[in-house]
């Protein structure tokens, strides 16, 4: 891979993890929710996860949904399904209702590594990348880079988001500020939905 495309490579990581989307509001919501301290598993599970899904796409994963297109469109609806789940979760945190108090908890390193393979924005980046920036001819080089690049880049963004939504949390110290503020992230996760099921409609 060429210093021009390495450059390119990152200024396109770069772009793609610090854009609003299902992680980017998630992190935000957990840390004005929570707080980072708590919601670092979160933010390592973001990192970690999305990292091995680069690498595993570059080395051949994602061609499996090319000879497999059912295969997508099935991971695409039970994307979809799971993240407007997560977006139920979000609007009604933060109320005073003690069954809703009791569930309400940040995102585990587990349940957010594994969220990275139903993450629509996340396969797409995914392709993106392994289509343009992986050659066959030096394979392996180029999905170390690939890697590298994203697993910095994925730390700097998931961090950034989850300090933005902790410095918010003494401008929401009531219920109902909490709650607009839960029902909007709720609101945006389901928007960011749009292109995927503008895209199968």
């Known amino acids: ?89 979000i609007a009604t945190a933060g109320t005073s209702n003690p069954i809703v108090t009791a569930e309400a908890r940040p995102m585990t390193f587990f349940e957010a590594a594994l969220f990275q393979w139903v993450n629509p924005k996340g396969w797409m980046v995914a392709l993106s990348v392994a289509a343009n920036f992986v050659s066959p001819d030096s394979l392996w080089f180029d999905a170390a880079v690939l890697t590298a690049i994203f697993l910095a880049v994925s730390l700097i963004s998931a961090t950034t988001w989850a300090f933005f939504g902790t410095s918010l949390r003494p401008l929401l110290t009531d219920e109902r500020s909490m709650r607009i503020f839960n029902v909007a992230m709720a609101v945006a996760l389901v928007a960011s939905l749009w292109p995927l099921v503008h895209e199968m409609i």
Request: proline share 4%; no cysteine; aromatic share 14%.
């Open 1 to 89: 891979m060429s210093q021009h495309l390495i450059l390119s490579l990152v200024t396109f990581a770069f772009v793609s993890a610090m854009t609003p989307g299902p992680n980017n509001t998630m992190l935000l919501t957990s840390g004005v929710n929570f707080g980072f301290k708590r919601t670092r598993p979160h933010v390592w599970g973001v990192v970690i996860g999305f990292t091995i899904m680069i690498l595993a796409v570059a080395l051949g994963v994602g061609r499996v949904f090319l000879l497999f297109p059912a295969l997508f469109t099935t991971l695409r609806v039970a994307s979809i399904g799971y993240l407007l789940w997560l977006a139920w979760r």
